[in-house]
C-alpha cells in the first residue's frame, strides 16, 4: 500500500464547478504539500500544511491531522486550472525528502 | 532570481550509455533534492544534499547512480551504462534552509531520460 493515497485518479470538470481532491497518508508527518504539474514536467508548490487550512485565491487547502487526510478545492474551475496536481508529505521517518502520491488529473472543458 | 534550471531538458540515450544531467538551484539554496518520475507517476526521492554534502542517498536505485554537488551549488547526477528502466523525468529541487520541514521546495522543469 502506498503511504501517500490520492483520489480520484482522474477528474473531468466543466467550467465553474467547485473541485475536491483528497489525499490521505499512513504515516507521521511534519508537513503535507499540495504541487501542481503542468504538461511538460514544471511542478509550482501550492501549499504546505501543518495544520488547519489555507486559502490562496480559488484554491483551499485543508488538513485534518488526527484523520491523516487533506483536501484540496478548487472554487469556480476554469480551463486553466487542468493540471496534475500532487499531494506530498514530509514524514517524520523519510526525514527530508518528500513522499509523493500518485497525482490526481483533472481537466476543465469550457 | 531566476528559478531552477536543469539541462538538458529532453535527453535520448542508447542501452548502455553513460549520461549526466545538470541541475542549478536558486542561488543561495542550502537543500537540492533529486527525483525521479516514471510515467503515470508521482516523484520518487532519489538523493538530497545540504550544502555540498550528500546526506541522504537511500533512494538511489543502483550503484550505477551517482550524484555530486562539489561547491555546494550547481548539481549532477549521473546514470552509467543507462538501461530501459532509467527512462523518467529527472527533477531537481531546491529550499532555502536545510532540510527543515517549514520550507517549500522549488522544482526545475525536469529532464526527460528517454533510454532506446
Known amino acids: 500500500k502506498n503511504e501517500v493515497e490520492q483520489s480520484p485518479q482522474n477528474l473531468t470538470a466543466q467550467e465553474g464547478e467547485f473541485i475536491t481532491i483528497n489525499c490521505s497518508y499512513s504515516v507521521g508527518i511534519s508537513a503535507l504539500h499540495w504541487l501542481q504539474q503542468h504538461p511538460g514536467g514544471g511542478i509550482v508548490s501550492l501549499f504546505m500544511l501543518s495544520s488547519g487550512k489555507k486559502k490562496h485565491g480559488r484554491l483551499i487547502a485543508t488538513i485534518n491531522i488526527q484523520e491523516k487526510h487533506s483536501s484540496l478545492h478548487i472554487t469556480a474551475s476554469h480551463p486553466r486550472d487542468s493540471a496534475v496536481y500532487i499531494c506530498?508529505?514530509?514524514?517524520?521517518?523519510?526525514?527530508?525528502?518528500?513522499?509523493f502520491g500518485k497525482g490526481t488529473t483533472l481537466s476543465v472543458s469550457s | 532570481g531566476a528559478g531552477v534550471s536543469q539541462s538538458p531538458r529532453y535527453k535520448v540515450a542508447k542501452r548502455g550509455q553513460d549520461v549526466a544531467l545538470r541541475c542549478d538551484p536558486i542561488s543561495g539554496h542550502v537543500s537540492l533534492f533529486w527525483y525521479q518520475q516514471a510515467l503515470g507517476q508521482g516523484p520518487e526521492f532519489l538523493t538530497y544534499f545540504q550544502n555540498e554534502a550528500q546526506l541522504d542517498k537511500s533512494g538511489l536505485p543502483s550503484d550505477r547512480f551517482f550524484a555530486e554537488r562539489p561547491e555546494g551549488s550547481v548539481s549532477t547526477l549521473k546514470i552509467q551504462r543507462t538501461q530501459q528502466e532509467d527512462s523518467a523525468v529527472y527533477l531537481c529541487?531546491?529550499?532555502?534552509?536545510?532540510?527543515?520541514?517549514?520550507?517549500?521546495?522549488?522544482f526545475g522543469p525536469g529532464t526527460r531520460l528517454t533510454v532506446l
Open positions: 529541487a531546491s529550499s532555502l534552509g536545510g532540510g527543515r520541514s517549514t520550507d517549500t521546495q522549488y
Open positions: 506530498a508529505v514530509r514524514s517524520h521517518q523519510a526525514g527530508t525528502a518528500l513522499i
